[in-house]
């Protein structure tokens, strides 16, 4: 099979992959759960390609991220669910409804900010449309969570649920009781490690992340940021490790967990404290 500008060679590639027998056993074992992370981790490489002004970059991103588009429409058409000329002309349907003063079958022009109004107004009757279908008669009233957008990163939508519960008084008071809960998260997990049982680890690790987001929001910290910088803050310390080591000739394979230790603890010395204003 060669490589191709057209989408439907794509399809035909994810097809062979997910064949049965002849297919590949990694993508044969996966499923919508498994590889819906991947398919956000492609949308933010999408995003720092797009941040960092490199366009060969952004082409291979976004082919990754057209990828997942097609390996989910066939798992989806695999299930009798939908194909991906399906989610093809769902989008096409709704990208013409959304703008009327450019496909409709009529003269005039709208101004910017009225298009903007327009495309929330139709939203918001899709939007309308699709709860409708979702909800029936004996349905249960609508939670107050319910208006909490799903397609946020975890983080995110993690501080939003705890904003909205806190409205109505459902919170703790002091950060020192959310302190608490997470050293109740974190003995849970203990707990399901002497049982060695995966999932209720994932569970339980869950429950701890959600705990730590609380902690954030009652200390008015950002998680999302607090996480890039402790992102940077590993990086950073890590690097000491490699340049020291390199200047001894030493490679990190040739280290010893220890040394390496010692390293971040020195990389962690050397920096200036935190409550230093020249930092």
């Given at each position: 099979?060669t ?72 798992m ?20 013409i409804?959304?703008h009327?003063h ?27 449309e ?28 993690a ?57 954030a ?12 910088g ?18 001894q ?31």
């Amino acid at each position: 099979m060669t490589p191709s500008r057209d989408i439907s060679r794509l399809i035909e590639i994810m097809a062979q992959l997910r064949t049965p027998v002849t297919g590949c056993p990694w993508d044969l074992e996966q499923n919508f759960q498994t590889i819906a992370p991947y398919t956000i981790e492609e949308a933010y490489e999408v995003a720092d390609a797009i941040a960092r002004n490199d366009f060969d970059d952004l082409k291979d991103e976004l082919g990754d991220l057209l990828l997942q588009v097609v390996y989910h429409a066939r798992m989806a058409e695999e299930q009798n669910a939908f194909a991906f000329g399906d989610v093809v002309e769902a989008i096409t349907r709704k990208m013409i409804r959304r703008h009327p003063h450019v496909f409709a079958d009529k003269d005039g022009n709208i101004a910017a900010a009225g298009v903007k109004s327009q495309w929330e107004r139709i939203k918001a009757e899709e939007k309308g449309e699709r709860a409708a279908r979702r909800t029936s008669d004996a349905s249960p009233p609508s939670s107050l969570l319910s208006n909490v957008k799903a397609g946020q990163p975890a983080l995110t939508r993690a501080m939003a649920l705890q904003r909205k519960a806190s409205t109505v008084g459902f919170d703790w008071n002091d950060p020192r009781a959310v302190l608490q809960k997470i050293r109740e998260e974190a003995d849970e997990i203990e707990a399901a490690l002497d049982q060695a049982d995966k999932v209720e680890l994932a569970a339980e690790t869950g429950d701890l992340l959600f705990a730590l987001v609380n902690l954030a929001r009652h200390v008015d910290a950002d998680p999302d940021m607090a996480l890039r910088g402790a992102n940077a803050k590993f990086e950073r310390r890590f690097a000491y490790i490699e340049r020291t080591l390199a200047s001894q000739g030493r490679s990190l394979e040739a280290a010893s967990l220890e040394e390496m230790d010692a390293l971040w603890n020195e990389a962690k010395g050397n920096e200036a404290p935190r409550h230093d204003p020249s930092r």
